[in-house]
Nanobody
């Protein structure tokens, strides 16, 4: 059974930092692309960052470049999202996702994901 379990969300003031974690199981982690998505109230889900585990290729949403960093610990089948200089507009439910497609890292589109986690809420206060 495939599982993606997120943790690390919470309430933080603007300018602060959080690190999200996603523990993956049930699929060959190193053969997949993993990613973080977010969905704010009334908005569509958007790709924040994707990471092709085998190559290290990354994708970042323009609005998070320079502030967010995606990484993995392959020994633990875990993907992280380090979020710095957080802004109120970063407030959303953040979801971990995974896809088998070799090309998914280039688009990091929500429609391309094969598996999803349940999400973790990040709230940034002004």
């Amino acid at each position: 059974e495939v599982q993606l379990v997120e943790s690390g969300g919470g309430l933080v003031q603007a300018g602060g930092s959080l690190r999200l974690s996603c523990a993956a199981s049930g699929f060959p982690f190193e053969d997949y692309t993993v990613g973080w998505f977010r969905q704010a109230p009334g908005k569509e889900r958007e790709g924040v960052s994707c990471f092709k585990v085998s190559s290290g290729r990354t994708y970042y949403l323009d609005s998070v470049k320079g502030r967010f960093t995606i990484s993995t610990d392959n020994a633990k089948n875990t993907v992280y999202l380090e979020m710095n200089s957080l802004k109120p507009e970063d407030t959303a439910v953040y979801y971990c996702a995974a896809a088998r497609s070799r090309l998914w890292v280039f688009s990091c589109s929500s429609g391309g994901a094969d598996y999803w986690g349940e999400g973790t809420l990040v709230t940034v206060s002004s």
